[in-house]
């Protein structure tokens, strides 16, 4: 079964707007990642998160992680078309992948010009 | 470096067949690990392999086998094709310890038919 889970599935904004998704998630992680999906391509690796962590930040990417909540934030500051794509988060509650990354159902991003 | 590279991109086969599908891993990473992505299931994981060794599989029935090398190049097979198993299969690489990032192959397209 699936532990994350991203909130909203779809979401349509204006380019050089910011987008906000979300992940939940069930049981205790050790680290928590974001990955974005272009249509039928593989999975690009965004930022890692540990479970001691509460904020990270990369370029246009916020990340942050409430332990106590058991959710993760993803923001992509001033959007372009380029971001258009499926976002998801996985959990890795094993550590080193051994048990598998869990992925939620993704959010699809629309980035309108 | 060069990323995960999966081959073939995309093939089509047969209900029936068998099907192989190879994966080389990121240059140093040990860890290489398959998930299995539709559109109503998601991406779900199959197994991982850490220095030729299965370390876990998911929930997958035992028509789905895999294997690694002592390069850790690996490959998976899927016996006994079925239309269910029509599928993007993702590959991905790590060092294979806790917090390393995983790093994914842009997948084999597989129609089953």
């Known amino acids: 079964s699936q532990q994350g889970e991203e909130d909203p599935q779809a979401l349509s904004i204006q380019e050089g707007e910011n987008a906000t998704m979300n992940c939940s998630y069930k049981t205790s992680i050790n680290n928590l990642q974001w990955y974005r999906q272009n249509s039928g391509r593989g999975l690009v690796h965004l930022i890692l998160?540990?479970?001691?962590?509460r904020e990270k930040h990369s370029g246009r990417l916020r990340v942050t992680l409430d332990t106590s909540k058991k959710s993760s934030s993803l923001l992509i500051t001033a959007s372009r078309a380029a971001d258009t794509a499926s976002y998801f988060c996985a959990t890795d509650y094993s550590g080193g992948g051994a048990d598998g990354l869990t992925f939620g159902k993704g959010t699809h991003l629309i980035i309108q010009p | 470096k060069a990323g995960v590279t999966q081959t073939p991109r995309y093939l089509i086969k047969t209900r029936g067949q068998q099907v192989t599908l190879s994966c080389s891993p990121i240059?140093?990473?040990?860890?290489v690990s398959w998930y299995q992505q539709t559109p109503g299931q998601g991406l779900q994981f199959l197994f991982e392999?850490?220095?030729?060794?299965?370390?876990n599989k998911g929930n997958f029935p035992g028509r789905f086998s895999g294997r690694q090398f002592s390069n850790s190049r690996s490959e998976m097979n899927v016996s006994t094709l079925e239309l269910g198993d029509s599928a993007l299969y993702l590959c991905?690489?790590?060092?294979?310890?806790?917090?390393?990032?995983?790093?994914f192959g842009e997948g084999s397209w597989l129609t089953v038919v």
């Open positions: 240059s140093g990473h040990r860890s």
């Open positions: 392999y850490f220095s030729e060794t299965q370390r």
């Open positions: 991905a690489s790590s060092l294979g310890q806790s917090a390393n990032t995983i790093y």
């Open positions: 998160i540990r479970s001691n962590e």
